[in-house]
């Protein structure tokens, strides 16, 4: 009887485990807007700012928005935060400094969701595109959308890869494991406080 249990449980998870990297993912096509947001998952990765450097520059977008997490290290390191560090990229890339707006730092997406939606309010935006992480896709998705409703602003997602973790076969990296080990109870989490729009 335990072999046979075993051995269904494995066939199941063959099954399973291949679609829940792909299940996090959430993710709309580029589209102009008035604003683009790198989420703090997303506002150092290279990618993510040559992306929004070349919507800049093509005219697709007018303003970046720089989402920023609180610094670990300011404790007991003197270190540039990370989003001075994003910003300087921007603008040695061309990007005019008064396009450039840095949310203030967070310490969760609930925050970083909130300070947009304050900024968004206050800059009256109607279209906002987010790039975010992959692994985290579908919860940023569900909580902008839902912090942005009745901002009358569009909101489009956008994922971007992480380079050390492929979600189509997360298993075989420790780093892949840490994502779907960590996102699933924080997706839960957010979905049981109806974070998630």
Known sequence: MGTALAAAVLVVLAFIAPNLGAFLVSSDP???SQVTFLTYGVSIRRGALDAA??????GETKALVLGALNSRDAEYYVTPHSAELARTY??????????????????????EGEALRLA????????????APDFRSRRSRGVLRRLLEGT???LRVVS???VEVRLDRWWETRPGINVIYNEY????YYWLLGRLG
């Open 30 to 32: 580029p589209m102009p």
């Open 53 to 58: 450097i070349a919507r800049v520059r093509s």
């Open 90 to 111: 921007l603008i040695d890339a061309g990007v005019t400094p008064e396009s450039i707006t840095t949310l203030p730092s967070v310490s969760s997406e609930w925050e």
């Open 120 to 131: 968004v309010i206050r800059e009256r935006w109607t279209s906002v595109l987010a790039y």
């Open 152 to 154: 009358g602003s569009d």
């Open 160 to 162: 971007v890869p992480d």
């Open 185 to 188: 109870p924080r997706l839960v």
